[in-house]
């Protein structure tokens, strides 16, 4: 009966490290990188249109993104608005080759984008909405380049 029990431990051991090799033979290395839309959408990097005709566009493509995405705004200091300004800026002067390794640092390093240090949300109608991203980007060429009174919309409460 010992030598059963012995037998049949050894084999269910045996078993268990077969599987274990097997698992990590065949298993896909981890990835943290970044993929077409993730973290920043396809359509964001490839766009052509400035901050202030994809604003106007979510504006009126997505008013309640906007609206949220405005009031989050005028909800931190001016200091921190004035810096995610310039961030986006940044952002849309890359061509679509740095915007792309800019999504892949973001991606790979938590602590890559220091405005979200100030500002979690700080790019959020930018970049994490893909639905948004996608009817906004369609149209934004229709809307004026640098209309910088986006930023200040008037929301009601």
């Given at each position: 009966?010992?030598?059963?029990?012995?037998?049949?431990?050894?084999?269910?051991?045996?078993?268990?490290?077969?599987?274990?090799?097997?698992?990590?033979?065949?298993?896909?290395?981890?990835?943290?990188?970044?993929?077409?839309?993730?973290?920043?959408?396809?359509?964001?990097?490839?766009?052509?249109?400035?901050?202030?005709?994809?604003?106007?566009?979510?504006?009126?493509?997505?008013?309640?993104?906007?609206?949220?995405?405005?009031?989050?705004?005028?909800?931190?200091?001016?200091?921190?608005?004035?810096?995610?300004?310039?961030?986006?800026?940044?952002?849309?002067?890359?061509?679509?080759?740095?915007r792309r390794q800019y999504s892949e640092n973001t991606a790979?390093?938590?602590?890559?984008?220091?405005?979200?240090?100030?500002?979690?949300?700080?790019?959020?109608?930018?970049?994490?909405?893909?639905?948004?991203?996608?009817?906004?980007?369609?149209?934004?060429?229709?809307?004026?380049?640098?209309?910088?009174?986006?930023?200040?919309?008037?929301?009601?409460?």
């Amino acid at each position: 009966m010992v030598n059963k029990q012995r037998g049949l431990a050894v084999r269910t051991a045996l078993a268990a490290a077969g599987i274990g090799i097997a698992a990590s033979t065949l298993a896909a290395p981890a990835a943290a990188d970044s993929t077409d839309d993730y973290p920043i959408p396809k359509r964001q990097i490839e766009t052509q249109c400035d901050a202030e005709q994809y604003l106007a566009a979510a504006r009126d493509t997505s008013p309640v993104y906007f609206e949220r995405y405005i009031i989050d705004k005028n909800n931190r200091p001016p200091d921190v608005q004035q810096l995610a300004v310039d961030r986006i800026h940044w952002f849309y002067s890359l061509d679509a080759a740095a915007r792309r390794q800019y999504s892949e640092n973001t991606a790979t390093n938590v602590y890559y984008e220091f405005v979200a240090t100030r500002w979690g949300n700080w790019a959020k109608i930018f970049f994490n909405n893909k639905g948004v991203v996608a009817k906004a980007t369609d149209v934004c060429m229709n809307y004026p380049r640098g209309d910088m009174s986006v930023w200040a919309w008037p929301v009601t409460p």
